[in-house]
């Protein structure tokens, strides 16, 4: 008689879920794990979500005390030998208080559920000897360099080379770690009152231990971190005005707009979701176009304000969204494409804010360098405590100084 099979606790099962889908099959992780996590209570969800965004944010670090330790080439394993090993080293390496029989018996028993026999004995081999040297290597790991520190912390070498050019080692290696902690949630508050403490710096930004749903339903919160509030503080609109927001979904920030707010997106259905979002708020003055924001119908023009946070590689809220730093990229010809596009709808003398969640100046000062407007400084003497490290006239806020997303933010002025 063989031995007893182990049983797999749902968590652990819905983060092996989340894992191969998303480096298998493509799949973003947040859908992944709603629809992995549906059936469970919030101890098993809040778990599952701990153990799969970490194993996908630590995969290349994972993959490399695989390989060292199990020599075998991870690219070269069956996909549930591959998602089973990571669920395991993650919690051998990276989770205190897992018991090692947990987390080994438990990914063992992964692979045998998948219908890989033959894997078994291997998958138990690898992760016994993670168990007893994973811990050792990841401390002996060096982070002298950008290639060090990208595979020590587990980042693409481009993102490395990016902070080490724009903040130096110190700083970078300071974004880095701040970037694999879940950050504490933020929620604007909308109207009424909440449980929770107002952030030092921006009005209107509460930091609450969880997210309070029925408040939500009821447009009452709107999660959004302090830096993503501060770009729409930074809109300045107001009352009597006309604002452009050319790339306005989800709409947390063209709800924060006085005024009459025309809210550009490019997508039907992110449009009619940023239609109910502004239902939902009671933001009666935002009024949603379907539209690419480089193609704007002739009629939309003559704005006294326009707001382009832009799509970008969103190198500042990595900790939030797991597996974008593996598909991330700089996309700083659409940045200026839709910069001056903003430009061209607003009236002589008008406001332009533009930003972005990243934390690289290739898609941040040098697109507006490139757009040649005119930079208003007014910005950071309102904000200084974000002034921009190294360019005094623009925002730049950074996750391990300010605890909140890394935001780029510049006020221009119309021609």
């Not at 799969?52 to 199990?70: K, M, N, P, W």
């Not at 994973?134 to 980042?155: D, G, V």
Request: some cysteine; hydrophobic content about 45%.
């Amino acid at each position: 008689m063989g031995p007893r099979p182990a049983s797999v606790s749902p968590a652990r099962a819905a983060a092996y879920a989340v894992l191969v889908r998303v480096f298998e099959e493509g799949a973003y992780a947040d859908r992944a794990l709603r629809t992995a996590v549906a059936a469970l209570d919030d101890r098993d969800r809040a778990l599952a979500q701990r153990l799969a965004y970490g194993a996908v944010q630590r995969a290349r670090t994972l993959d490399h005390a695989i390989e060292s330790l199990g020599r075998r080439r991870v690219h070269r394993l069956d996909p549930p030998v591959r998602a089973a090993l990571r669920l395991g080293a993650y919690q051998l390496g990276f989770v205190e208080g897992v018991a090692r029989y947990a987390a080994v018996n438990e990914s063992v028993e992964l692979v045998r559920r998948a219908g890989l026999a033959r894997a078994v004995a291997f998958t138990n081999a690898v992760l016994r000897r993670l168990a007893d040297g994973i811990c050792p290597l990841l401390e002996e790991l060096p982070e002298r360099t950008a290639a060090e520190a990208a595979l020590k912390h587990s980042y693409p070498d481009w993102i490395a080379d990016v902070w080490w050019r724009d903040l130096g080692a110190d700083e970078a290696l300071a974004v880095m770690r701040a970037l694999n902690e879940p950050g504490r949630p933020v929620v604007r508050l909308v109207r009424g009152e909440l449980d929770g403490t107002p952030d030092a710096d921006v009005p209107g930004a509460w930091h609450v231990d969880r997210v309070d749903e029925a408040a939500f339903a009821e447009g009452r919160i709107w999660p959004q971190s302090a830096a993503s509030q501060l770009v729409g503080l930074a809109v300045g609109a107001r009352n009597g005005e006309r604002t452009l927001d050319l790339c306005a979904a989800p709409g947390g920030k063209a709800t924060m707009l006085a005024g009459e707010v025309t809210a550009v997106e490019v997508n039907e259905a992110r449009g009619r979701e940023l239609e109910e979002t502004a239902r939902r708020l009671e933001a009666y003055g935002v009024r949603v176009v379907v539209a690419d924001g480089r193609e704007l119908p002739p009629e939309l023009t003559a704005f006294d304000r326009a707001l382009v946070d832009a799509p970008c590689s969103g190198l500042g809220v990595l900790n939030r969204r797991p597996d974008l730093r593996w598909r991330a990229e700089p996309l700083s010809e659409l940045q200026l494409e839709l910069l001056r596009a903003a430009a061209e709808r607003v009236r002589p003398g008008g406001t332009i804010v533009y930003s972005v969640c990243t934390i690289n100046a290739d898609e941040s000062e040098a697109v507006v360098e490139a757009s040649g407007l005119e930079v208003d400084p007014t910005l950071a003497d309102e904000w200084p405590q974000f002034r921009h490290p190294r360019r005094p006239e623009f925002l730049q806020t950074l996750p391990h100084v300010h605890g909140t997303a890394g935001f780029f933010v510049a006020r221009l002025t119309a021609r």
